[in-house]
C-alpha cells in the first residue's frame, strides 16, 4: 500500500483568469473569493453592480396614472 501522488481526477484546482482584474486566479475549493483571486476583487465586482455601472437610465419622470374622475 503505497501513497499515491496524484489526487484524484476533476479534483485538481485549476487556474482562471479574475473577471475583476485579469490575473490568475486560482479556482479551487480553499479559494472562497473565486473565479476571483482575491477578496478585494469581489468587492469590486459587487461595487460595480450596486454602482452607477449597472444603473439603467431613466430619462422620462414617472407619470401618473390616469385619474378617474369620481362618477
Ligand atoms: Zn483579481
Excluded at 479534483?11 to 479559494?31: I, Q
Excluded at 477578496?39 to 414617472?62: F, I, N
Aim: charged content about 20%; aromatic content about 8%; overall charge positive.
Amino acid at each position: 500500500m503505497g501513497m499515491t501522488g496524484s489526487p484524484p481526477p476533476g479534483f485538481a484546482p485549476r487556474t482562471v483568469r479574475c473577471p475583476a482584474c485579469g490575473r490568475p486566479a486560482r479556482y479551487a475549493p480553499d479559494n472562497p473569493w473565486r473565479p476571483f483571486c482575491s477578496a478585494r476583487c469581489k468587492q469590486v465586482d459587487l461595487g460595480a453592480w450596486a454602482s452607477e455601472a449597472y444603473r439603467v437610465p431613466d430619462p422620462t419622470p414617472p407619470t401618473p396614472g390616469p385619474e378617474t374622475p369620481p362618477h
